[in-house]
């Protein structure tokens, strides 16, 4: 028997199909947005992703007729789109060895000396814990300046850990999906994951030890 929502995608499905033009402008709207920042982290600029984007969107088309349903449709989307970009970027020069793509860093994710040593009672807990995000103001959460904040160290992320956040973090996909349209394993996806939450959290540190966000 089938679910609510794969009748739902069925239906989508044949009504792409059928070129109905309303049912492509609602799957447009539903995922353009997110698929142009997916793009940004394989290519040079903002008008490459769009770009990429929309190319992506004429093999969505093209390719409908071949869709077999094995993966939802938003999977099967989104790895057209990623395949379009990985040849969009080896064009611009950016590809790196597939060897370096799960995990470029070999340090820890957070500094050791946060945690406490092997000599102490509590070894390995952390010695300098967090910022407890509950004791931010809310006022400040929905700052254009904290926002602003956080997607420059995402931006700032290499190119693997900056995907795989921003599907599992902004896009609140679930790690299964995300390895399968990023074609990593469930150790590697966590690895990256793992590692870009904590250099956001660092840098939000950072910024609140700065003092109150400015208005």
Same mark, same amino acid.
């Given at each position: 028997?089938?679910?609510? /929502?794969?009748?739902?995608?069925?239906?989508?499905?044949?009504?792409?199909?059928?070129?109905?033009?309303?049912?492509?402008?609602?799957?447009? /709207?539903?995922?353009?947005?997110s698929m142009?920042?997916?793009?940004?982290?394989f290519?040079s600029?903002?008008?490459?992703?769009?770009?990429?984007?929309?190319?992506a969107?004429?093999?969505?088309?093209?390719?409908? /007729?071949?869709?077999?349903?094995r993966?939802s449709?938003?999977?099967?989307?989104?790895?057209?789109?990623?395949?379009?970009?990985k040849?969009?970027a080896?064009r611009?020069g950016?590809?790196?060895?597939?060897?370096?793509?799960?995990?470029?860093?070999?340090?820890?994710?957070?500094?050791?000396?946060r945690f406490?040593?092997?000599?102490?009672?509590?070894?390995h807990?952390?010695?300098?814990p967090?910022?407890r995000?509950?004791?931010?103001?809310?006022?400040s959460?929905?700052?254009?300046e904290l926002r602003?904040?956080?997607?420059?160290?995402i931006?700032?992320?290499?190119?693997?850990?900056?995907?795989?956040?921003t599907?599992?973090?902004i896009?609140?996909?679930?790690?299964?999906?995300?390895?399968?349209?990023?074609?990593?394993?469930?150790t590697?996806?966590?690895?990256?994951?793992?590692?870009?939450?904590?250099?956001?959290?660092?840098a939000l540190?950072?910024?609140?030890a700065?003092g109150?966000?400015?208005?």
């Open positions: 028997m089938t679910t609510p /929502d794969e009748r739902e995608e069925l239906e989508l499905v044949r009504a792409l199909r059928q070129g109905e033009e309303a049912a492509f402008r609602a799957l447009v /709207d539903r995922y353009h947005a142009v920042r997916l793009a940004m982290s290519v600029t903002r008008a490459t992703a769009e770009e990429v984007t929309q190319e969107w004429v093999g969505v088309l093209r390719g409908l /007729d071949r869709f077999e349903g993966s449709l938003r999977t099967w989307i989104f790895r057209i789109l990623t395949n379009t970009a040849t969009r080896m611009e950016r590809q790196v060895p597939f060897s370096s793509l799960a995990d470029p860093e070999d340090g820890p994710a957070v500094d050791p000396s406490q040593g092997p000599e102490s009672r509590w070894a807990h952390w010695a300098a967090p910022t995000w509950e004791t931010v103001p809310d006022a959460i929905l700052a254009g602003n904040r956080i997607d420059e160290a931006a700032a992320l290499p190119p693997m850990q900056r995907q795989v956040i599907l599992r973090d896009d609140g996909w679930g790690s299964e999906e995300v390895c399968n349209v990023l074609e990593l394993s469930e590697n996806q966590r690895v990256l994951l793992h590692r870009a939450r904590s250099k956001v959290r660092t540190e950072a910024y609140f700065e109150e966000p400015r208005a």
